[in-house]
Each structure stands twice: as structure tokens, then as C-alpha cells.
């Protein structure tokens, strides 16, 4: 499991017009990008939302659970992507469907756990999301 995180001042996704899950322009939050492999399990979401929430990259080397920072999660497949050969990139690592829609459900139940503030988007949409990068900070979690 990969999770691409950016620091944002304010993140929304939108799915057929809709926006389904947003962190709003007056809080400093998180967008969570979520990439699911083969070998991941619940555990390692349960890790990685642990990581995600004490991560200290908000204002004054503060972590989303210092702050109550909300956090967008959004389920991106493409973090798995093999560009080792060729132009065409590989998505052949990325777990499908049904072993990786619970585990960032899971992901996103264990940071609701700790008490966070967390807002989605939708398994599979296609999905237009729209940040404000705060820094910009961007970094990548994996165990």
C-alpha cells in the first residue's frame, strides 16, 4: 500500500458533477492518494492510517491529529503503476476490486478510529480532483 500525501489549504473531489467529499478553503488539511497491492492486508492499513495521522508536515511541524486536520482520502490504483520498460505503464501490481475497495475503506475506518475528520471519494469513479497544494509538501508513505 502506497499513500501519496499532500499538504492542502483546500481539496474537493467531484464525481458526474457532484462534489462527494471536500476539505473546506479555511483548514489546512490532507489529500491522501491510496494505492492498493496484491500483498497488502487490513493491518497495513490499519499502520499506514496511523502513520498518515501523527505525520507532522501541517504548520509548525504539527501532525493531522495535533490539529484535527481533516483528510480527503482518494483510491488511486495508478500509484502502482511498473514504467520500468516500455511507454505504456504496467498496472498489473495494483490489487483489483474486490481485494482493494475494503482495504482503503479499511484505511479510511482506522483513521475515523483515531479520530479523524475524513471525507472520500468514490471506489472506481472517474473522478475530478481539484487541490490547492499548501507548501507545496508532498510526500510518500509506504511501510
Do not use: Y
Amino acid at each position: 500500500m502506497r499513500v501519496l500525501v499532500q499538504r492542502v489549504s483546500s481539496a474537493s473531489v467531484v464525481v458526474d458533477g457532484d462534489v462527494v467529499g471536500a476539505i473546506a478553503p479555511t483548514h489546512q488539511g490532507l489529500l491522501a492518494l491510496v494505492g492498493v497491492t496484491h500483498t497488502d492486508d487490513a493491518d497495513i492499513a490499519r499502520k499506514l492510517a496511523g502513520k498518515l495521522w501523527r505525520l507532522r508536515i501541517l504548520d509548525g511541524e504539527r501532525s493531522a491529529a495535533d490539529l484535527a486536520a481533516p483528510i480527503l482520502v482518494v483510491s488511486q490504483f495508478t500509484l502502482d503503476a511498473d514504467t520500468v520498460k516500455g511507454r505504456r505503464p504496467s498496472w498489473s501490481a495494483a490489487a483489483p476490486r474486490p481485494v482493494a475497495e475494503p482495504l482503503v475503506g479499511a484505511f479510511c475506518e482506522a483513521l475515523r478510529v483515531l479520530g479523524a475528520s475524513v471525507q472520500t471519494g468514490v471506489f472506481g469513479a472517474h473522478m475530478e480532483v481539484e487541490l490547492v497544494n499548501d507548501g507545496p509538501v508532498t510526500v510518500l508513505l509506504e511501510l
